[in-house]
């Protein structure tokens, strides 16, 4: 089971990124995506969340508005894209597997966000 972050990196306040999630070794369909935050020395705080078929999506109010999560039941990836982004998004982001109607969870390993002039 694996699953893979990646897009993260160095962007100017009001810029974007578009972070990925690549899932192997399980039914991706079958799973809620979730996407996490956590900064250094705080809690890991949930970001956007998206059903297994991609109906509904949800997002934490600091950044709704601004970021779109979707998912690729084909590719077995998730996506967030991150517009408009602030200094107070700099963490490390984590995507996060949930199978419906169990407690069985997979994390990825993390990609760092930096919002910086």
């Known amino acids: 089971v694996q699953l893979v972050e990646s897009g993260g990196g160095l962007v100017q306040p009001g810029g974007s990124l578009r972070l990925s999630c690549a899932a192997s070794?399980?039914?991706?369909?079958?799973?809620?995506m979730k996407w996490y935050r956590q900064a250094p020395g705080k809690e890991r705080e949930w970001v956007a969340g998206v059903t297994s078929d991609g109906g509904s999506k949800s997002y934490a109010e600091a950044v709704k508005g601004r970021f779109t999560m979707s998912r690729d039941n084909v590719r077995k990836t998730e996506y967030l894209q991150m517009n408009s982004l602030k200094g107070e998004d700099t963490t490390i982001y984590y995507c996060?597997?949930?199978?419906?109607?169990?407690?069985?969870?997979?994390w990825g390993q993390g990609t760092q966000v930096t919002v910086s002039s």
């Open positions: 070794g399980f039914n991706f369909h079958w799973y809620v």
């Open positions: 996060k597997a949930e199978e419906i109607s169990t407690t069985n969870s997979y």
